[in-house]
């Protein structure tokens, strides 16, 4: 049996916890407390439409390339000899509810994450991890932002969640960057995307550590002192005189 919202620490049943919420705790111990242990989260920010409508685009044109069991004409550009997987638990594997699943039972946490994509090397049988993000910018595409730390951990334990199910998972993970150009002439009913392939060599060793450090926090009793570069603890601190 498992369980979501707040934590309770005496109770026996695993404990439901994403990847979000794995990097919620890693950008602020005192947000994600507020939130895991005592139910008072952060304002919901605005959805990405677009970006959910080209997430949806590119699942679909994979989708037939894995239906017919040939390499994306992406996968050939990067000169890789691999085709999008096929496996009966896909849907669900992208399912932001249920996403790929791992009970650890050291912790009672059963942990979970929605993968984009994989694919598999058809000469070393490992999965690999693709992760499809959008933008629209003029500068290079890259992966070198401070704040892209993210999407490097959310990589990473795909491929933690995956190796956790029995699966050999390459340590090299691609990012299908779709950048919206905004330097057209007309824009005619039409979005023209430019697609960078971004290699990533992940390394998942940071996982169990944090996972424990995790559950340590949300067994105490008191509350984290804010942090630092957190904005949401920086308006906590801030003292808002009344007109």
Same mark, same amino acid.
């Given at each position: ?10 109770k026996s049943d695993f ?8 990097? =919620? ?11 895991r242990r005592l139910g ?33 004409p992406y996968i050939k ?154 904005? =949401? ?8 005189? =009344?007109?």
């Amino acid at each position: 049996m498992s369980y979501r919202g707040k934590y309770i620490p005496d109770k026996s049943d695993f404990y439901q916890l994403s990847r979000s919420k794995v990097d =919620y705790f890693l950008n602020c111990p005192r947000c994600f407390y507020l939130d895991r242990r005592l139910g008072v989260g952060q304002p919901p920010g605005f959805p990405f439409n677009l970006n959910s409508a080209v997430d949806n685009l590119l699942k679909n044109e994979f989708d037939y390339y894995r239906n017919i069991k040939e390499p994306h004409p992406y996968i050939k550009r990067l000169g890789l000899n691999a085709i999008p997987f096929q496996h009966e638990n896909l849907d669900k594997w992208r399912n932001n509810f249920s996403g790929v699943v791992y009970q650890h039972e050291k912790l009672k946490l059963h942990l979970f994450g929605a993968v984009d994509d994989i694919w598999i090397n058809l000469d070393s049988n490992e999965l690999i991890v693709v992760d499809y993000k959008s933008t629209s910018k003029n500068s290079e595409i890259n992966l070198d932002a401070d704040w892209q730390i993210g999407y490097k951990r959310q990589m990473e334990f795909y491929q933690y969640l995956l190796r956790n199910n029995g699966f050999k998972v390459s340590n090299i993970g691609y990012f299908v960057y779709c950048n919206g150009m905004k330097n057209k002439e007309r824009f005619d009913e039409k979005l023209d995307f430019e697609i960078s392939l971004l290699d990533y060599t992940g390394d998942d060793s940071w996982i169990e550590k944090t996972l424990s450090d995790l559950i340590d926090l949300l067994k105490q009793e008191s509350v984290p002192k804010h942090t630092e570069n957190c904005d =949401y603890c920086k308006y906590q601190l801030k003292t808002i005189p =009344y007109s």
